[in-house]
Each structure stands twice: as structure tokens, then as C-alpha cells.
């Protein structure tokens, strides 16, 4: 269901409905409310961007986040952070809510916070009642009108992909020039971004070398998935991690299952390798990947 290249935009159809289709909230909300969720108190203004920009896609992946979803990577984290102040990566990120909840956690205790996803912001442009978006390459990733959501990109069974693509074909080709910007990173961070010098939005593809200072940790969560990633790519981001690592560098890589189980691997980089520190609910989905790469 959360794969579908088309959905209904939530609220056309009663709530009930979301068993058996495919709804979605739909981020025009975004482009037309205040972006910082209007009077909302803290914790719902979060939960209110996270909503929409989890709507999005990404390349493979969808842009799926919420807040409270890191508890255990964040813990093993924290208790990591205890005897040194490191300089952390934090790669995948989508609207960045979890870390800004672990940055918040750790005060102090870290020198350097690297917020890295491959896509922070997009462009749209409104032709009638229908919005398009756009990655920075112009390509088209999202067709909002007032009922449908369309993804061209997201591929799907037919005619569901037929359709979405015929669609796109349809879409205004992207006008730079004159097309708005709309940052899909939450608003807290940024404003945290601009006070606290430490903190740094990047936008970084794990796919190709780190191009900032080495690091003491790195955290991925939802990412190295085998369904967004074949195993030989996985590879190279994990190689491009273990490059970004100092030696002894801690790597956490996470996972939130069916009704949120969160399942966590924490490794130390050895070589070009890395050994477990430990493991939680069984670990993330690559932890065999990840453990193969430390015999090689
Ligand atoms: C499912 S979301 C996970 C968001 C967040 N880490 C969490 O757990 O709530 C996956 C994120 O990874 C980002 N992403 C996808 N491919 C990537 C890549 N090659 N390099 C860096 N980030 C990527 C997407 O843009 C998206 O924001």
C-alpha cells in the first residue's frame, strides 16, 4: 500500500478507508499553511511537519519520519557520548526531527553534529489547482492536486505506474528560474542551526565519499534497508561510513519494524572493517552485511 504510485489526498475520503487504500497527507499543506505549524504547541508542530514531509519520496526511499522513533539508538548513543565529545554524522535524516531530539538530548556532549540527507529542500511551482515538485534536478517527484497524489518516481504495479509516469509527462518542465523553494527540514533546526555554530545541514549522498572532516560516529537510521538498496550498494555507502570514521569511530544503524519495534546495531570501525558493540531486538536488517565486511 505505501508503495502506490497514486493516492488519494487524506481527508477527501472518511479516515476509515485508509484499510483497504492508499491515503496520504498531502504537503501542498506545506506550501500553504505557515511552515512552522501555526500556533501549535511544540510537540505537535514537529509531528505536524514530520507528517508531511514523510509524504515524499527520495530517490529509492520515501522521506517516512516522525518524532520519539530513536529512543534506543539514541540511548546507545548517549551512553557512548559519556567519556568523550565526538563529532557525529547523522546520515538519512529526512525533515531531521530525530536529530534535533538527539541533539537536544546530548547538550553538551558532542563538538561537531553533521545533519546530512541527499534531499533537504525541493521546488515547486502551482498551475491551477495542481502543485509540481521538484528535486534539484528538475525532476518531477510529486503531483498534488486537491485529491490525488501522483509520484512518477515511485514506480509500482501496472496500471498504477503507467499511470503516474503518463502523468508526469504532463507536468510543466521545471522552471528554475522562477520556481519556489521549500525546505523540507524543520523549521527548530534550522533556527537551532543559525545559534549553535556546532550544528551542520548538509546535503550529502551516502552513496558517493564524505567530503567533511572525519568523524567519531556516525548514525543511520531506516536506510541501509535491502528493499531501498541491493547489497552491492549497500557496500559502498557502508564503505564511504567506515572512510568517514576515525579509527575506533562507533557506527549505529537502526531500523523501526511493524508496530514500531526499533532494532538497533552499534559497531566500532576496525580497518575497514567493524566489530559489534552490541545489539538490540535482534539488530538492524544489514547487521550481517555490516559483520561480513569486519572478516573480510
Ligand atoms: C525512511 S527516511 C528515514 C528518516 C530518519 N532517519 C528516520 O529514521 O526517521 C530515509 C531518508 O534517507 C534519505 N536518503 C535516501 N537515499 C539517501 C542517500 N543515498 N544518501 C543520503 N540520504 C538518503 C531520504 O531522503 C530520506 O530522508
Aim: net charge neutral; proline share 6%; glycine share 6%.
Amino acid at each position: 500500500m505505501m508503495r502506490m504510485p497514486v493516492k488519494i489526498r487524506r481527508g477527501v475520503l472518511p479516515d476509515r478507508c485508509r484499510a483497504f487504500l492508499p491515503m496520504e497527507a498531502s504537503p501542498i499543506s506545506l506550501v500553504e499553511s505557515s511552515p512552522t505549524g501555526g500556533e501549535l504547541p511544540q510537540t505537535e508542530r514537529r509531528s505536524w511537519f514530520s507528517t508531511y514531509v514523510s509524504s515524499f519520496t527520495s530517490g529509492n526511499t520515501w522521506k517516512t519520519t516522525c518524532p520519539n522513533r530513536h529512543r534506543l539508538a539514541d540511548q546507545v548513543i548517549f551512553e557512548a557520548c559519556r567519556d568523550c565529545r565526538p563529532a557525529i554524522l547523522d546520515i538519512g535524516v529526512s525533515d531531521g526531527v530525530t536529530s534535533l531530539e538527539l541533539i537536544e538530548h546530548l547538550g553538551d556532549s558532542f563538538e561537531q553534529y553533521f545533519v546530512a540527507d541527499r534531499q533537504t529542500d525541493l521546488l515547486y511551482q502551482v498551475k491551477g489547482n495542481t502543485t509540481y515538485f521538484y528535486d534539484r534536478n528538475g525532476l518531477c517527484i510529486l503531483i498534488a492536486t486537491r485529491r490525488w497524489l501522483v509520484y512518477p518516481q515511485a514506480g509500482g504495479w501496472f496500471p498504477f505506474g503507467w499511470i503516474a509516469r503518463a502523468l508526469s509527462l504532463r507536468a510543466p518542465a521545471c522552471d528554475t528560474g522562477h520556481a519556489r523553494v521549500l525546505s523540507l527540514l524543520q523549521p527548530e533546526l534550522l533556527e537551532l542551526t543559525r545559534r549553535d555554530s556546532r550544528i551542520t545541514v548538509m546535503t550529502y549522498d551516502v552513496l558517493h565519499p564524505w567530503p567533511g572532516p572525519a568523524v567519531n560516529l556516525v548514525k543511520v537510521a531506516n536506510l541501509l534497508n535491502p528493499e531501498y538498496f541491493p547489497e552491492s550498494l549497500i557496500r559502498v555507502a557502508l564503505a564511504n561510513i567506515n572512510a568517514a570514521l576515525e579509527e575506533n569511530g562507533m557506527l549505529v544503524v537502526s531500523d523501526n519494524r511493524e508496530s514500531d519495534l526499533e532494532c538497533v546495531s552499534a559497531f566500532r570501525k576496525r580497518g575497514s572493517g567493524f566489530a559489534v558493540v552490541s545489539v538490540t531486538n535482534g539488530g538492524c536488517r544489514v547487521h550481517g552485511v555490516i559483520t561480513h565486511l569486519s572478516v573480510l
